[in-house]
């Protein structure tokens, strides 16, 4: 019974393409169709397929949305299953039939890949039905794509039969340092879900026309390993297509979602600082993202901090955006600070920073200066208030991506930072 649908993504070499196509061959009696998502320049004559040319469909996927891409293809499915193959993969020739069964009780058959240190699960074969109801996220919903497929399993681990037989191989292929550090990041989604009642944390986001990556910001902390406490977001008056993309989450548990004229980020903050009703509060900025462990590290790092600390942070990983796709630069190591010139002198910006609520509360929350009517800079003018009458702490830990881009506003204006430090400075 032809019962399966292969699916093939990410194949980024012809002769990896070939190889996994004619592995299939294995699968002959049960192999209805098999669909191709093809890279530009990627691609396998129909004289080379032979028998197989008239079961293979091929997707140009140009600049498509892979999620959606792949959530449509499957909603036209008629096969009870479909199989995924993706980068290098080909079916081990040792396999058979046999190997490709799932228990009633069971709906995805999931395997592993291994690279040196680090272990990542991806679907092998899955119940079309299970796929229909339980969608890929967005590809705007994800730092980058190589995660979609990790992502998509974690939501539906206890369906999962993991197998312990090699059923599929991979290519060699060197691994640079973005490839690893993006694995890693990967890596973390398989994480134990946990809950842990106190200390509570909430999450701010003001947002300033960043609609194209917006939604990869709140995803991240939707997908939590532990979930926060609250989560605020604010649009600041955007003229682009920001507001659509944010109400989008409006119906998400725990999260609140507001919108107002453009005044600047001190001012959207302060808005949703009146709203906070947890213990700490972690800003993240509308263009970076979330690790999917960070809220349940700093509940730890947070649980035993000295009352009079105001600002916890640690080390922040940074990524440069080129084109549609991040590329992993370093971890920039943080440092303890103790007064205003150590922070003026910081060699980036300070964070993550996860501030105590009522501190933060008590001195008015992010002021509104007159340089710039508060537009610049608030995150540098609240902790310069903050460190004359308290203590910050600085530990070893990395959960906050940082986006690097031509869009940023700092970046854009950081000829304005002299005459900024000169209105810092002259503050009593």
Not at 96 to 110: C, D, I, S, T, Y
Not at 308 to 318: D, I
């Amino acid at each position: 019974m032809k019962d399966i649908a292969a699916i093939l993504v990410n194949y980024s070499n012809q002769a990896e393409l070939y190889k996994a196509i004619l592995s299939l061959r294995k699968l002959e009696s049960r192999v209805k169709k098999i669909i191709v998502f093809q890279k530009q320049g990627v691609v396998v004559r129909e004289n080379q397929l032979h028998e197989w040319e008239n079961f293979v469909e091929f997707i140009d996927t140009k600049e498509d949305d892979m999620g959606e891409l792949l959530n449509h293809t499957i909603d036209k499915l008629d096969t009870q299953y479909v199989l995924f193959l993706r980068d290098t993969d080909y079916l081990s020739p040792t396999i058979g039939v046999e190997h490709f069964r799932l228990p009633n009780h069971k709906a995805v058959l999931a395997t592993t890949s291994y690279d040196r240190d680090i272990v990542i699960h991806r679907p092998l074969l899955v119940r079309t039905s299970l796929l229909k109801q339980k969608k890929f996220l967005s590809a705007s919903y994800l730092p980058f794509e190589e995660a979609l497929f990790p992502i998509w399993l974690a939501g539906v681990a206890t369906a999962c039969q993991f197998i312990n037989e090699d059923l599929v191989k991979q290519s060699r292929k060197m691994m640079d340092i973005n490839t690893m550090e993006k694995k890693k990041a990967i890596q973390k989604y398989q994480l134990e879900i946990v809950k842990t009642k106190a200390p509570t944390v909430s999450i701010l986001i003001s947002n300033y026309n960043m609609d194209k990556y917006v939604e990869t910001a709140i995803a991240s902390c939707l997908l939590q390993n532990e979930k926060c406490d609250q989560m605020l977001i604010i649009d600041d008056g955007s003229t682009d297509k920001s507001i659509q993309k944010i109400e989008r989450f409006m119906e998400r548990e725990r999260v609140q979602v507001f919108r107002k004229k453009n005044e600047g980020k001190a001012k959207a903050l302060n808005e949703l600082l009146s709203h906070v009703t947890s213990d700490f509060i972690l800003e993240l900025d509308a263009d970076d993202w979330l690790d999917f462990d960070a809220i349940s590290v700093i509940k730890k790092q947070v649980i035993d901090l000295p009352k009079a600390v105001s600002v916890l942070y640690g080390n922040l990983k940074k990524w440069k955006q080129v084109k549609e796709e991040v590329l992993y630069k370093e971890v920039a190591k943080g440092y303890a600070v103790s007064g205003t010139i150590d922070l003026l002198s910081y060699r980036f910006p300070l964070g993550p920073r996860i501030y105590r609520s009522s501190t933060l509360k008590e001195i008015g929350g992010f002021p509104v200066i007159d340089y710039e009517n508060g537009r610049l800079y608030e995150d540098v003018s609240v902790l310069n208030r903050l460190i004359k009458q308290s203590s910050f702490c600085y530990r070893d830990f990395t959960v906050y991506n940082v986006r690097e881009h031509n869009e940023s506003i700092t970046k854009n204006n950081h000829i304005k930072w002299n005459d900024f430090i000169k209105t810092i400075m002259q503050e009593k």
